[in-house]
């Protein structure tokens, strides 16, 4: 028995800090011509900001990162890329000289303009030996305005799936041919990320029964989920105190690089409103490229608790905010087709920075320290 629970105690001091819960979504789910790829990203750090591509860049890109970091972002391309932490393995990355993955993303994003483009350079940059992330491998998502894939890798062995409709969940555990057999994780981070993937799963099959397709407000809804059956550790779901930030990247079929749209959780996503950034997004708020935007979600979360309801007076700014910035997205495409480009970004942007002022106001994030 003394034995048992010996292994059940390192078992659980095994999990892993990283607890991501991500998930692509296609055209033929959301039914309005774009793909998404959302991820929910957990870690200690809690100093979380937006990134955008600096002036003059190949390619613009807007971002969600912590301390300088992009962990998830999409492109004027329209390549959205994400990443996630694999399993406790073989062949574990872990020289810490070398770039953590984020870096790795960052190189993807500033390189390259389709799914398939960034499969070849993540290849490539395994294969040179510069990458790290500790005792485990990692897991990439990769969408663009046609097709996804899920790239599970070590520092010796990647395994890549492709995807074109309906929609792929990742959590923590590898699930690629090939990759289980390196997997050296416990079975209660294996119990754990498969938990977590399931209610995605579930949640989008959910959706689409109730709404017959999947839109980025039934995304926010299931991003913040925080429950799971009892017994299952730690109970709290695909969001919970770890959880410290969201994105939802929603690439346009047509105008990639104008209505293409992140739309950020900066910081625990229960405890902060999303907010819209356009991908043709010139500047960003002061608190929301500084952490004091991420800073008061987690103020807010130790005070009330990560599970407390979210406040009515939040609910409906956001639900009134999402309709807004969706008439906006319309009126930009009319003027798209007419020819009328900078009308379009201007109008984006407009209403963009109009909804981020409100957030900011409500949320208050100016009283919290750097």
């Known amino acids: 028995m003394k034995k048992f629970v010996l292994l059940l105690v390192l078992s659980v001091l095994a999990m892993p800090v990283f607890a991501c819960t991500s998930w692509m979504v296609f055209k033929d789910f959301t039914k309005n011509n774009t793909n998404i790829l959302h991820k929910n990203r957990d870690s200690k750090e809690r100093r979380v900001a937006a990134y955008i591509s600096p002036a003059g860049a190949k390619r613009k890109w807007v971002a969600i990162g912590t301390i300088g970091l992009t962990n998830s972002g999409v492109n004027s391309s329209g390549l959205a890329g994400a990443m996630n932490s694999g399993e406790k393995t073989l062949d574990a990355p872990n020289p810490k000289d070398k770039k953590p993955t984020p870096a790795l993303l960052l190189v993807i994003l500033n390189s390259c303009d389709t799914a398939a483009q960034a499969v070849k350079k993540l290849e490539e940059l395994v294969k040179a030996g510069d990458y790290y992330h500790n005792n485990s491998g990692s897991t990439f998502f990769f969408l663009d305005t046609k097709e996804g894939y899920i790239c599970e890798f070590t520092t010796k062995h990647m395994s890549v799936q492709r995807y074109d409709s309906t929609f792929a969940v990742r959590a923590n555990i590898w699930q690629n041919p090939g990759m289980i057999a390196r997997a050296r994780g416990s079975y209660k981070s294996y119990l754990h990320s498969s938990a977590r993937a399931y ?87 002061p608190s929301m490229a500084s952490y004091s935007w991420s800073l008061a979600s987690f103020k807010r979360g130790d005070k009330v608790g990560y599970t407390a309801p979210i406040p009515a007076e939040w609910q ?33 942007n407009t209403t963009a920075y109009e909804i981020w002022t409100q957030a900011e106001a409500l949320l208050k994030p100016a009283a919290v320290a750097k």
């Open 199 to 285: 209610i995605a799963l579930s949640g989008l099959n959910q959706i689409m029964d109730k709404y017959g397709k999947i839109t980025v407000p039934a995304i926010s809804e299931l991003s913040r989920h925080c429950k799971l059956p009892s017994g299952v550790y730690p109970e709290r779901s695909v969001c919970g105190k770890s959880t410290n930030s969201g994105s939802t990247m929603e690439i346009d079929i047509k105008y990639p690089d104008v209505l293409s749209t992140l739309y950020a959780y900066i910081g625990n996503p229960r405890n902060t409103v999303c907010v819209p950034i356009p991908i043709c997004t010139e500047k960003v708020l």
């Open 316 to 348: 409906k700014f956001e639900a009134d905010a999402m309709k807004k910035y969706a008439a906006a997205k319309v009126q930009a495409r009319k003027l798209l087709d007419s020819g009328k480009r900078a009308e379009a970004i201007k109008l984006l």
